[in-house]
């Protein structure tokens, strides 16, 4: 009878959560055997391309494809009259005005690389050269490229809105005016947060094909969120979502920039279709990547405080312009989150700021790891220190005596209930020696400095509900398989999600495969953006171990005339609660799940939403997230005051992650963060004239590599968070935001030296120190 | 022109225009996908293969200069089953994250460490200072070439 005797998992038993186990992906990544959606071909396959927009501004007066047509070798071209010219956006339900963007323009362009056409042909040359031979025919506009200048009444419009801007975001609680007046000290900053580039690995990248007798589409893509990708292609193709599936393949890099439907991928799908249904595949080159795709929004932030002389923060006012670029994708609510993100980290009762998103003819801005807490982390957190400098405060007191502590609701309605702020900033200082070195070493040009933040882990500021949704199988051989919405972009949810799967089903590790984001086989995920995956996706995964967990003891408790509310699975047994006592192993439960009396198949469900109410954006109330993360970093320079240049020396990041499910990861995500923190602080800088980029590439665009990493200590503080798996909170974008502050207020500690506006060179640095001469 | 290449340790013959990277020729032509390109123009490193035991950008250099040279791609590292010490190094410290850059990397480590295996922290760095990992923040690379030049070394 029996179907399985010996197990191949049990001898190696690991307790899956809280164990750095191996990526899941680890052998296929080191062997160069895992495939991207850049390695995959299929027969037949056409290299399809995007004919962009060589001007700023301009309208479109005609365009001919004629002669691109009759090019031997090409399969089809589309326009926007092969399209039913819907727009798309991505904040579309708190914010439908700014759905603003068609996949294939059709009587304008906005911005240098605007979409008009698509080509696809049998290789890349004949595709490159059809492109040259379709003619359109543009009526050049005058274009706008600075935030204040695209404000101004009289300034060239954009679209429709008024003064360029496309959402006024005011931020109001309190009588800030009122309460300022009793302040004993005033402080008002101006600073310039500059445009960094996500700039995955891999590029973006899609293989389109359209199966022209079933009506079926099927989109493999490099993608961070393919359920949102299949509901924009659904809209703009006028499809249901099960006419499409989007098919994630493992992704290299995301960063924000894999949100969303881009024109390549509707395009590669319409290509397919004109091409009687050949797969077209697209893939950026670097520079389109650049320019083309998305970028973090420059930040013109104001801010102004008033504080009691004992540290007590009164009242906050302020502005931000955010240069939006062509078109709105996730701008308004990467405007709205680089305002309110101050919530959750200090305590504020009277606050007023109003964000203005401001189109112009550049590149287009969206999301970017941090979500407009790296611009507000650099800004809040520099204005923060010179406040406690005037009062003759320690940075860390004053930030101590404002701070948001557990359990507490914020001025905006968001429940902070675990809260490891206070402790992430005590260890992180312990750690840095803060009280050994703060203000005692400028004899050595050296100088120490902190940033504080805090993160959502999800946000319901997209759509009406977040959820995720997971099953576990467990197959009669014992092996299990999870299959969950997820998208893995390189953070290793597929790991720590099967870790949580495990751990809760009571199995090894070893057992456990993912398949993960593919809209037509696994459950609903909104996607990997706002830290939420651990929490969200894996309270979903821990739900369907469980699910299938029950299933498997209601057959053993029948089987054995037990109660079912009395047993467990764990460490691969299943046991009586009470006293620990074996039943049976888990191969043996399954066996008899797989028996012939029973012949149960084990499929367990999991669904999570999160318990938060939307953001309101009248009010700016909302509890939007189910927990909160913190973060405390301190950074060490040594300046060179001779060539401007500043040494980053080392860097220590204490982070409330509620608990580590595979600290490996969590450590590496921190590095992560704090590499990019760095590149944002030093060199990162996309730069534009007249709307053309003018560094669309890695010798132009600095990264962080190898030579100028410090030395990155990680601290976690695990405060079990009762609502996480296991405890566990999202991470992995917190640790960027502080970066940039701390690095900054380390500078003026070491050379009395203030920077306003990043990247921090040594131009800025030389300058300051003659300017503090000349004092 | 017919050309043969040695390849992981086999002979490839294949007809070449003439102006095809090795990039080209690996990917197109014999679906060896595991070597990746991120810039396609010498500023990543993500394309990085050892010829004749140096890294080596495959995008820049020209298929048709390497008759008589040994090539080593990321699929001919491990020995059957068995991965070599930086391969399983790179999975113990957790040196990857999405993955994509990590043939370069592994690529340029090993050639750094088949000539040196215990580098000291600034020649690990200046080996990679060619390589662009954008997810991970270099510390756990550092980790995973110091341990396999440990364990090449025999220590």
């Known amino acids: ?775 | 022109m017919n050309i043969t290449l040695h390849i992981n340790g086999k002979d490839c013959p294949l007809e070449l225009e003439g102006n095809e990277t090795l990039l080209e020729v690996l990917r197109d032509s014999l679906n060896l996908t595991g070597t990746k390109t991120a810039c396609q123009e010498s500023e990543c490193g993500t394309c990085t293969c050892i010829i004749d035991g140096n890294a080596m950008l495959s995008c820049i250099t020209l298929a048709s200069t390497l008759e008589g040279k040994s090539i080593t791609t990321i699929e001919g590292l491990a020995h059957g089953d068995q991965l070599t010490p930086i391969q399983q190094a790179f999975i113990d410290h957790g040196s990857s994250q999405c993955g994509f850059c990590i043939p370069g990397m592994i690529m340029s480590s090993a050639a750094l460490l088949n000539k040196n295996p215990e580098p000291t922290q600034e020649e690990i760095e200046y080996a990679l200072d060619g390589n662009i990992c954008r997810c991970a923040g270099y510390p756990k690379i550092f980790e995973a070439v110091k341990d396999a030049g440990k364990k090449m070394a025999g220590k």
């Not at chain 1, 502080?738 to 640095?765: F, Y």
């Open chain 1, 1 to 775: 009878m029996a179907l399985t005797t010996k197990s191949k998992f049990a001898d190696a038993y690991v307790d899956p959560v809280g164990k750095s186990v191996p990526r899941l992906e680890g052998r296929g990544v080191v062997t160069g055997q895992l495939k991207y959606a850049f390695d995959l071909s299929f027969p037949g396959m056409l290299v399809g391309r995007m004919l962009r927009s060589p001007h700023a501004h301009a309208k479109i007066i005609s365009i001919n494809t004629t002669r691109a047509e009759s090019l031997p070798g090409v399969k089809a071209i589309v326009t926007a009259k092969d399209t039913y010219k819907i727009k798309f956006g991505s904040n579309e339900y708190f914010f439908p005005h700014t759905v603003d963007q068609m996949a294939l323009e059709s009587d304008k362009v906005r911005y240098i690389g605007d979409e008009v056409a698509a080509v696809a042909a049998v290789d890349e040359e004949t595709a490159q050269a059809a492109l040259k031979l379709i003619d359109v025919q543009y009526e050049v506009l005058p274009g706008v490229y600075e935030i204040e200048e695209a404000i101004k009444p009289g300034a060239p419009q954009i679209h429709e809105s008024l003064n360029n801007i496309a959402v006024i975001l005011p931020v109001n609680f309190g009588n800030p005016e009122r309460v300022m007046k009793e302040a004993d000290y005033v402080r008002e900053d101006k600073f310039w947060c500059p445009v960094a580039h996500p700039s995955p690995m891999e590029p973006h990248v899609c293989i389109g094909q359209w199966e022209t007798f079933t009506n079926k589409i099927t989109l493999w893509s490099s993608s961070q969120a393919p359920f949102k990708v299949r509901e924009a292609m659904a809209k703009t193709l006028k499809m249901d979502l099960n006419d499409i599936r989007v098919i994630k393949m493992p992704t290299g890099g995301g960063f924000g920039g894999k949100l969303e439907m881009l024109p390549m991928d509707f395009a590669a799908c319409v290509l397919s279709k004109k091409a009687g249904g050949l797969p077209v595949k697209i893939v950026l080159t670097r520079e389109e990547e650049f320019t083309t795709t998305r970028r973090k929004h420059g930040m013109i932030y104001r801010v102004k405080t008033g504080v009691k002389k004992d540290g007590t923060i009164l009242a906050m006012t302020g502005e931000v312009l955010a240069d939006g670029g062509a078109y709105c994708s996730y701008g308004p609510t990467v405007l709205a989150a680089a305002m309110m993100r101050i919530f959750m980290v200090y305590k504020l009762q009277h606050f007023r700021m109003t964000g203005y998103r401001v189109y112009t003819n550049n590149p287009i801005s969206g999301a970017m790891r941090g979500f407009g807490g790296v611009q507000s982390g650099f800004a809040i957190e520099s204005h923060m220190d010179m406040i406690a400098e005037a009062l003759g405060m320690d940075p860390v007191d004053f930030r101590l005596k404002n701070i948001t502590h557990p359990n507490m609701t914020t001025i905006n309605k968001m429940h902070l209930t675990t809260n490891g702020l206070k402790e992430c900033i005590e260890k992180a200082c312990v750690a840095a020696g803060w009280n050994e070195k703060r203000g005692k070493q400028k004899h050595l040009k050296r100088g120490i400095g902190i940033g504080i933040a805090a993160d959502v882990m999800g946000s319901k500021m997209y759509k009406s509900h977040e959820s995720a949704g997971a099953i576990v199988k467990v197959e009669e051989d014992g092996s299990v398989y999870l299959f969950t919405g997820a998208a893995d972009t390189g953070q290793g949810s597929n790991t720590a999600l099967s870790q949580i799967a495990a751990h809760e089903l009571g199995v090894s590790f070893s057992r456990i495969k993912c398949k993960a984001g593919d809209t037509e086989i696994t459950p609903f995920d909104t996607g990997s953006f706002a830290s939420r995956v651990t929490f969200i996706s894996g309270n979903a995964a821990l739900l369907a171990g469980r699910d299938a967990k029950t299933q498997i003891l209601e057959i053993v408790a029948k089987d054995r005339g037990l109660r079912i509310e009395d047993l467990d699975i764990k460490t691969e047994q299943v046991i009586v609660k009470l006293d620990g006592r074996k039943i049976m192993t888990f191969d043996k439960a399954l066996e008899l799940c797989y028996s012939f009396n029973y012949g149960k198949q084990i499929i367990g469900r999991g669904s999570y939403n999160p318990k938060t109410s939307p953001i309101d954006f009248r009010t700016g109330e909302g509890n939007v997230s189910g927990s909160y993360g913190f973060e405390a970093q301190i950074a060490e320079v040594e300046v060179d005051t001779d060539t401007g240049e500043v040494k980053l020396l080392e860097l220590w990041d204490a982070h409330d992650i509620g608990k580590a499910i595979n600290p490996q990861s969590v450590e590496a995500q921190i590095e992560g963060s704090l590499a990019m923190g760095i590149g944002y602080t030093f060199y990162e800088d996309l730069r534009f004239k007249n709307g053309r980029v003018l560094n669309p590439n890695f010798a132009g665009y600095r990264v962080p590599r190898s030579i100028g990493i410090p030395k990155m200590n990680s601290i976690l503080i695990e405060t079990n968070d009762p609502e996480g798996p296991f405890g566990a909170k999202g991470m992995g974008e917190a640790s960027l935001l502080p970066t940039s502050a701390a690095i900054a207020n380390a500078v003026w500690d070491a050379i009395g030296v203030r920077i306003w506006d990043l990247p921090i060179t040594p131009e800025k640095i030389i300058k300051g120190l003659r300017d503090k001469e000349m004092k």
